[in-house]
T-cell receptor, first 114, second 111 residues
Framework: GAGVSQSPSNKVTEKGKDVELRCDPI?????LYWYRQSLGQGLEFLIY????????KSGLPSDRFSAERTGGSVSTLTIQRTQQEDSAVYLC????????????FGPGTRLTVT | GESVGLHLPTLSVQEGDNSIINCAYS??????FIWYKQESGKGPQFIID?????DKRQGQRVTVLLNKTVKHLSLQIAATQPGDSAVYFC??????????FGTGTSLTVIP
């Protein structure tokens, strides 16, 4: 079946602009996760959703970052007033639910802030 | 914050040899550990997991060992193949909600 999809695959934006990154999880997966991966680094946990709610937003790097999920499916990660240090690959993953530890990752969105 | 680290950032092995990738973690409360494989340009792919009440788990050509006394995790790949070349990450979770990943080890298989 279809896996996790993310769009766009690549995004180049100018410093100060806002960007929206989209994640389509696997159908039926109620848990959704966002991570950031800088070049040559591990994954930095940003936020997770169970259904439409995000119980813990403390992983978001700053208040320029926000995420939402509607209808228990698609999620968007928004970065306002982008900075060069925001350049990274943003990965989305989904799982059957909290407590189901196997996460399925999308291919990521490569964000470049110039 | 959490700290999950790897002993070796790069590893090269001959095709057919066994590979061992190590990982250290810091949170004694973590009760679930996962190994992921990430190929270039792709998202991480689940390989194998282990719960804290186990010290060894085997999959197809892979074995994960957990030593909670020294907070050490390892991934063993038997008869390494060129398709195993990738970056390998360990991850831990104390709660099943937040997952903490290590920096990764880049495995190169020499034909």
């Amino acid at each position: 079946g279809a896996g996790v999809s993310q769009s766009p695959s690549n995004k180049v934006t100018e410093k100060g602009k806002d960007v929206e990154l989209r994640c389509d999880p696997i159908s039926g997966h109620t848990a959704l996760y966002w991570y950031r991966q800088s070049l040559g680094q591990g994954l930095e946990f940003l936020i997770y959703f169970q259904g439409n709610s995000a119980p813990d937003k403390s992983g978001l790097p700053s208040d320029r970052f926000s995420a939402e999920r509607t209808g228990g499916s698609v999620s968007t990660l928004t970065i306002q007033r982008t900075q060069q240090e925001d350049s990274a690959v943003y990965l989305c993953a989904s799982s059957l639910g909290l407590g189901y530890y196997e996460q399925y990752f999308g291919p990521g969105t490569r964000l470049t802030v110039t | 914050g959490e700290s999950v680290g790897l002993h070796l950032p790069t590893l090269s092995v001959q095709e057919g040899d066994n590979s061992i990738i190590n990982c250290a973690y810091s949170n004694s409360a973590s009760d679930y550990f996962i190994w992921y494989k990430q190929e270039s340009g792709k998202g991480p792919q689940f390989i194998i997991d282990i719960r804290s009440n186990m010290d060894k788990r085997q999959g197809q050509r892979v074995t994960v060992l957990l030593n909670k006394t020294v907070k050490h995790l390892s991934l063993q790949i038997a008869a390494t193949q060129p398709g195993d070349s990738a970056v390998y990450f360990c991850a831990e979770t104390p709660s099943g909600n937040q997952f903490y990943f290590g920096t990764g080890t880049s495995l190169t298989v020499i034909p």
